[in-house]
Nanobody, 128 residues
């Protein structure tokens, strides 16, 4: 079992930055791939970013590449999403997720079905 709790969401203006955090507890955090997804009203959940268990590999959706950075601290059991140059279209509920399979596969990391555990989500609203 892995429990995930997101924090750091809020209301910001276009161009601002936010840092989301996800605190994990339960099984060995350092052995899982972690991902961030988001879901806007009336839209499907979409992939944002993923990071391998070691932190050495990352993968981003094209829509956030160059603006968002995913990182992790295995000593603190946390994964973060630094979001810069935010746009109104980034408005969504952001979810962190854990994939307990030990092999890093960036193609599978973009698929919600690859993840076994999900947090409750944190709202990010970007005003224009």
């Amino acid at each position: 079992q892995v429990q995930l709790v997101e924090s750091g969401g809020g209301l910001v203006q276009a161009g601002d930055s936010l840092r989301l955090s996800c605190a994990a507890s339960g099984r060995t955090f350092s052995s899982v791939t972690m991902g961030w997804f988001r879901q806007a009203p009336g839209k499907e959940r979409e992939f944002v970013a993923a990071i391998s268990w070691s932190g050495s590999s990352t993968y981003y959706a094209d829509s956030v590449k160059g603006r968002f950075t995913i990182s992790r601290d295995n000593a603190k059991n946390t994964v973060n999403l630094q979001m810069n140059s935010l746009k109104p279209e980034d408005t969504a509920v952001y979810y962190c997720a854990a994939d307990t399979h030990p092999v890093w596969n960036p193609r599978l990391a973009t698929r919600a079905y690859s993840y076994d555990y999900w947090g409750q989500g944190t709202q990010v609203t970007v005003s224009s």
